[in-house]
């Protein structure tokens, strides 16, 4: 059981590039998150998803776009990388929606936009 | 709306001192609220949570929370601090009912020094 994975760990883009981060988990879990982490700020939510092919915009969704073609994977796509996404992207997904139920969160990816 | 607020971005503690890393929330209707420890380098790992069954709440090595609804805090505690503690701790806070997405409000962080 390996909870939430994501891929890849470290990434550099030039300003304009174009990538996608994977995150998977093999819990079943409905819900899905992606937060972005600065300095400072705590962790914001950029996207997040209700169930498989449902996506809704979180709190700073602008640059970004997501993808929940599978329950067990979410993708966050960066069109057009600026250096304003510089920042460490962690994904996270629990059983339920708020409450108790606890969100699982993985290892992150740190990618930097030059 | 729910916020968050950490009182502190940086504690520093002598090994074997007390730790208390101070959390205040705002919510509109009864709030859960969460603790977390990040590890450099690592993802985010729950410590605790309040889920109203208990306002004193006991969590992985050796830390609680008291919640206190007069006071809207929800602060960590621990009696001794050990080096291994020293990590970023996050205070979140969410709700539940219909429609909920279950989105997690989170505060702004607080690094945790302990010295030998």
């Known amino acids: 059981n390996a909870g939430v994975t994501q891929t890849p760990k470290f990434r550099v883009l030039k300003t304009g590039q174009s990538m996608t981060l994977l995150c998977a988990q093999d819990m079943n879990h409905e819900y899905m998150y992606w937060y972005r982490q600065d300095p400072g700020m705590g962790l914001r939510l950029i996207h997040y998803s209700v169930g498989e092919g449902t996506t809704a915009k979180g709190e700073v969704p602008d640059g970004y776009n997501v993808s929940r073609l599978k329950k067990q994977n979410f993708l966050l796509g960066l069109e057009s990388a600026a250096p304003s996404q510089t920042s460490v992207y962690f994904c996270?997904?629990?059983?339920?929606?708020?409450?108790?139920?606890?969100?699982?969160f993985g290892p992150g990816t740190r990618l930097t936009v030059t | 709306a729910q916020s968050v607020t950490q009182l502190g971005s940086h504690v520093s503690v002598s090994e074997g001192a007390l730790v208390l890393l101070r959390c205040n929330y705002s919510?509109?209707?009864?709030?859960?609220l969460f603790w977390y420890v990040q590890y450099p380098n690592q993802g985010l790992q729950l410590l605790l949570k309040y889920t109203s069954a208990a306002t004193l709440v006991k969590g992985i090595n050796g830390f609680e929370a008291e919640f206190k609804k007069s006071e809207t805090s929800f602060h960590l505690t621990k009696p001794s601090a050990h080096m291994r503690d020293a990590a970023e701790y996050f205070c979140a806070v969410t709700i539940y009912g219909s429609g909920n997405t279950g989105k997690l409000i989170f505060g702004q962080g607080t690094t945790l020094q302990v010295k030998p």
């Open positions: 996270a997904s629990s059983y339920r929606a708020g409450g108790p139920y606890e969100q699982y």
């Open positions: 919510s509109s209707v009864p709030p859960y």
